[in-house]
């Protein structure tokens, strides 16, 4: 799997076990769900500039912790294995969202930004969370793949 991490601003401080708690997550996932021959790029970044992304293409004035752009978009999951190289797309993950919602979920920050790398690459494997049922259906999914990784709450 190629994995691409930068970090916007350029100056952030990312440590390397911060790096390589992101490359662990989606490596797992891609093991799990046979999207090992993908692309995905990551950008680790602040507030401000989830938020100015998260206005723009959500139209949410607000910063939020993950932003999903798949290169595709599907209406159901699907197998991404077989079809070969495969950009899966871009996720972005606001590191100051990350250190405040480990603190307000009583857990550690590496657990967290390992959790929003998961769920953000649930979403560009197709899977959603705007229906009961879907959201049920992503979050069990979450579960596999956070014991996979040995991640528990």
């Known amino acids: 799997m190629e994995i691409e991490i930068r970090t916007e601003p350029e100056t952030l401080a990312v440590s390397e076990e911060e790096m390589a708690a992101v490359r662990r997550a989606i490596l797992t996932v ?4 046979d999207a090992e021959k993908t692309e995905v790029s990551v950008t680790l970044t602040d507030d401000a500039h989830i938020h100015v992304l998260n206005r ?6 607000r910063p939020t912790d993950v932003l999903s752009f798949a290169l595709t978009e599907s209406e159901e999951p699907e197998i991404v294995g077989g079809r070969g190289d495969e950009v899966l797309g871009d996720l972005v993950i606001s590191l ?15 657990r967290e930004l390992s959790f929003l790398t998961v769920h953000g690459m649930l979403h560009l494997l197709g ?5 009961e049922a879907d959201r049920r259906e992503m ?15």
């Open 30 to 33: 891609g093991r799990l769900y």
């Open 56 to 61: 723009a293409y959500r139209s949410v004035d």
């Open 96 to 110: 100051e969202r990350v250190a405040a919602q480990a603190d307000e979920y009583g857990h550690s920050p590496l």
């Open 127 to 131: 899977y959603d969370h705007m229906e």
């Open 139 to 153: 979050e069990e999914e979450q579960r596999i793949v956070m014991g996979e990784l040995g991640i528990s709450r």
